[in-house]
């Protein structure tokens, strides 16, 4: 059974930056095609970015396209997600998701119920 635990959340000001990690444990991880979402007070989760199996190939919502980058490390089992010029509007829960057999692009697309498994989540406080 694949276990996801995210670290790295915090408070920082508007225009800072903050890099999550989330580590893999059990499972295949090098099948999996590894994904971060969000979820806001009071709104649905989100999708954020997501990046292949061999880390060749990544997917980002619009939002955060040209802010964020999204790497992983197949040896050491983790993915991370370096969040630079950060908003008030990326305050959120920040979730590491798995997948097998998919792509970043259809990650995007699938819903929480769909997703192999998750993490507990991270918050991220952005002041304005």
């Known amino acids: 059974q694949v276990r996801l635990v995210e670290s790295g959340g915090g408070l920082v000001q508007a225009g800072g930056s903050l890099k999550l990690s989330c580590a893999v444990s059990?499972?295949?991880?090098?099948?999996?095609?590894m994904g971060w979402f969000r979820q806001a007070p009071g709104k649905e989760r989100e999708f954020v970015a997501a990046?292949?199996?061999?880390?060749?190939?990544?997917y980002y919502a619009d939002s955060v396209k040209g802010r964020f980058a999204i790497s992983r490390d197949n040896a050491r089992r983790t993915v991370n997600l370096q969040m630079n010029s950060l908003k008030p509007e990326d305050t959120a829960v920040y979730y590491c998701?798995?997948?097998?057999?998919?792509?970043?692009?259809?990650?995007?697309?699938?819903?929480?119920?769909?997703?192999?498994?998750w993490g507990q989540g991270t918050l991220v406080t952005v002041s304005s």
């Open positions: 059990g499972g295949l991880f090098g099948a999996y095609v």
């Open positions: 990046i292949s199996w061999s880390g060749s190939s990544a």
């Open positions: 998701a798995v997948e097998r057999y998919t792509s970043p692009q259809a990650m995007a697309t699938m819903t929480p119920e769909e997703l192999d498994a």
